[in-house]
């Protein structure tokens, strides 16, 4: 059973750059699309975006400008970096795995990293 | 976007009822539609898949349909573990979205 877990700084001033990573176990980090989803407290989730390990890499329209994916499959981790946060980027983050049926679920996901923007 | 629909909001049921959510997109999503079970402080659980598949150790009680422009999910009997926060979700477009959420409550 695969297990994913955040990592990063829960808290980030605003303007600068917010870095999450994901790490990856017990299972394998090349056959899937790896996903970034954020959810403010009360809100629906939001979809960040996702990577495939060739580098296949789509983004939210709405965080296109401000937002990076990468992946190192030596480490077995993704990454997440959004430049140039506003409070609105307040919200638990989440990375997730979508599952190879077709249909694009997303079958197992990280605990969460809550991610506070304030000075 | 895609915009995801769902009603109710909230829902007041007791154990053993049957219920059902309905998700809505506004344009055509072919099956590509997925439903999620989140509890509080907990990261969502992928319920179904596909518009019907259930996902691996999901109880059968859980069953996914679709009706023109309608997904539904409902639940067969209502079990205590289920009171908890539904959300559909789209996957046939980028950005994929989520429904607003429909909060399953105890009455």
């Known amino acids: 059973q695969v297990q994913l877990q955040e990592s990063g700084p829960g808290l980030v001033k605003p303007s600068e750059t917010l870095s999450l990573t994901c790490s990856v176990s017990g299972g394998s980090i090349t056959n899937n699309y790896w996903i970034w989803i954020r959810q403010p407290a009360g809100e629906r989730p939001e979809w960040i975006g996702r990577i495939y390990p060739t580098g296949s890499i789509n983004y939210n329209p709405s965080l296109k400008s401000r937002v990076t994916m990468s992946l190192d499959m030596s480490k077995k981790q993704f990454s997440l970096k959004v430049t140039s946060v506003i409070a609105a980027d307040t919200a638990v983050y989440y990375c997730?795995?979508?599952?190879?049926?077709?249909?694009?679920?997303?079958?197992?996901w990280g605990q969460g990293i809550l991610v506070t923007v304030s000075s | 976007d895609t915009q995801m629909t769902q009603s109710p909001s909230s829902l007041s049921a007791s154990v053993g009822d049957r219920v059902t959510i309905t998700c809505r997109a506004s344009e055509s999503i072919s099956r590509y539609l997925n439903w999620y079970q989140q509890k509080p402080g907990k990261a969502p659980k992928l319920l179904i898949y596909?518009?019907?598949t259930l996902d691996s150790g999901v109880p059968s009680r859980f069953s996914g349909s679709a009706s023109g422009a309608d997904f539904i999910l409902t639940i067969s009997s209502l079990q205590p573990e289920d009171f908890a926060t539904y959300y559909c979700?789209?996957?046939?477009?980028?950005?994929?979205?989520f429904g607003q959420g429909t909060k399953l409550e105890i009455k």
């Open positions: 979700q789209q996957s046939f477009t980028i950005p994929q979205t």
């Open positions: 997730a795995r979508e599952n190879n049926s077709g249909w694009h679920g997303i079958e197992s």
């Open positions: 596909g518009a019907s």
